[in-house]
């Protein structure tokens, strides 16, 4: 079943997949495929657990080590906190080479700079393996030959209400901590 609020956050980043060949790492639900298949050249989503229409039934690892296609556009939303540090370099280095000059790799993982996703939410997933900081993934995409063309917090990952952004000031006044937004996101090309 796709998941409404799931949606409207993916849209800005699926606009930028109008006419590309795209590639989603871990499509879950489907939602990123629903949104790119109206406007996307072609949509590839693979996922282990797949609970989406229009998502292949996969191992990322092993997909990337047998893929011989070239996509215009690689998408991953929370899977980069699932596998360990040499597991994230060697999927950055298939996406580089598995993308187009000028392609895009687009990232969304947990923000560690928002104290409820950082103590609470990102351990209650067995499934995760280890936090990334945006410092330690930016330098590792760079590494790998990508140029960052935008990062930062993902506002629409969150609930915007005027009531929501009132009780995370308030929060924030009285613990002193910064209440952050839960996703950041990270758009890298392929120079």
Known sequence: MLDKFSIKKQQK????????????????????????????????????????????????????KNNK?????????????????????FIFNRCYKFLRKEGLLILIFPNLKNINVATFNFWNDITHKRPYTSQVLIELLEKTGFTIIKNGEDKDSWDNSILKNFIRKVRGLITGLPYQAPDYFIIAKKS
Do not use: M, W
């Not at 699926?14 to 072609?42: H, M, Q, R, W, Y």
């Not at 296609?69 to 360990?84: L, P, Q, S």
């Open 69 to 89: 296609k070239i996509f215009d556009v690689i998408y991953a939303r929370h899977i980069i906190e699932h596998f360990t540090p040499d597991e994230i370099i």
């Open 13 to 64: 980043f699926a606009k930028l997949t109008k006419d590309k060949n795209v590639l989603e790492l871990g499509g879950g639900c489907g939602d990123f495929v629903s949104l790119c298949k109206p406007i996307a050249k072609s949509i590839i989503s693979i996922d282990l657990q797949p609970t989406g229409a229009g998502v292949i039934k996969g191992e990322i690892i092993k997909f990337l």
